[in-house]
């Protein structure tokens, strides 16, 4: 299902705000490192054998009696990667996890192309990873919802795994938008992988109502299932175990949370019963992810 068109009018003129990641794709409009022919002057330089001599600058000539290449700032496009969860358990929660990350993948697709930059999305599910083709510009939304609303979550994919295959496509220094449950154990490789070529990456975080509290499983006895590979567990739920289940989720998003900050980045964790709407016009701006 597409977003909320009233959403996508909100965020229509957002835009990520970088801190790592590099302009330095195509044609856009963010200033880049690169000089060379633009609108906007930068510097000087001498002139080298091989330079467009219309570039000289006649002004400079005059004066020191020398060559010099006039160079202006060249505007880019940043490479935005978004890379969505859709294994086994994701499809766990009431709402559904996948359904409320797919929307976040959407939308945070959606600023992406809005801004002019290149947007390419990868989402792990049933039959493997799958990678939308690069669109940029916001004309180009409703492609990238069509071919979201094809996809089919599930299966045994690795979604760890599945990242590090993808980082043979994303190049250098791109934006990286990780939406997930977070619970697959070859992730923290794969933010390692990441860091390695220079990605700046955005994590979000969404977890079942009954992944936060427990409580509404009840108490005694509870057979526990893994929707990654079907390994039961028989456990007895009490307060304590409450206590200590809690302690230890809050440890493991803080220390995923210092992981990424202390590279660059961001991490978020919401219920896949959250309000959207929220989370990316205030949440995310408060952050400042979006401008």
Do not use: C
Request: charged fraction near 25%.
């Amino acid at each position: 299902m597409s977003p909320s068109p009233a959403l996508l009018e909100q965020l229509s003129t957002a835009r990520f705000v970088m801190t790592r990641a590099a302009p330095s794709v195509g044609i856009g409009e963010r200033r880049s490192a690169t000089k060379g022919v633009g609108l906007e002057f930068a510097e000087h330089r001498p002139y080298r054998p091989g330079d467009d001599v219309r570039h000289l600058d006649p002004r400079v000539m005059a004066r020191l009696g020398e060559s010099y290449i006039r160079q202006y700032f060249v505007d880019r496009q940043l490479p935005v990667f978004i890379l969505l969860d859709g294994t086994r358990s994701m499809l766990a929660g009431s709402p559904q996890k996948f359904a409320i990350a797919a929307e976040i993948a959407q939308l945070a697709a959606f600023v992406g192309l809005a801004a002019g930059d290149r947007v390419r999305v990868g989402v792990s599910g049933d039959g493997g990873f799958r990678w939308s083709q690069p669109l940029q510009g916001g004309a180009r939304a409703q492609i990238l919802f069509d071919w979201f609303a094809k996809l089919t979550p599930g299966g045994r994919s690795d979604f760890g795994q599945d990242i590090e295959t993808a980082l043979r496509d994303m190049g250098q220094a791109a934006y990286v938008v990780v939406v997930s449950d977070w619970w697959d154990e070859r992730m923290q490789r794969a933010l390692d992988m990441l860091d390695g070529q220079g990605h700046e990456v955005v994590g979000i975080q969404v977890a079942a109502p009954e992944e936060i509290d427990p409580t509404a499983l009840g108490n005694g006895s509870v057979l526990l299932v893994d929707e990654e590979t079907g390994d039961e567990v028989e456990t007895v739920i009490d307060e304590a175990v409450i206590a200590d289940y809690r302690a230890t989720l809050e440890t493991f998003k803080a220390n995923l949370r210092q992981r990424l900050v202390s590279r660059g980045g961001r991490f978020f964790s919401l219920s896949s019963s959250a309000d959207i709407t929220r989370f990316f016009l205030r949440d995310l701006r408060a952050a400042g992810v979006l401008l």
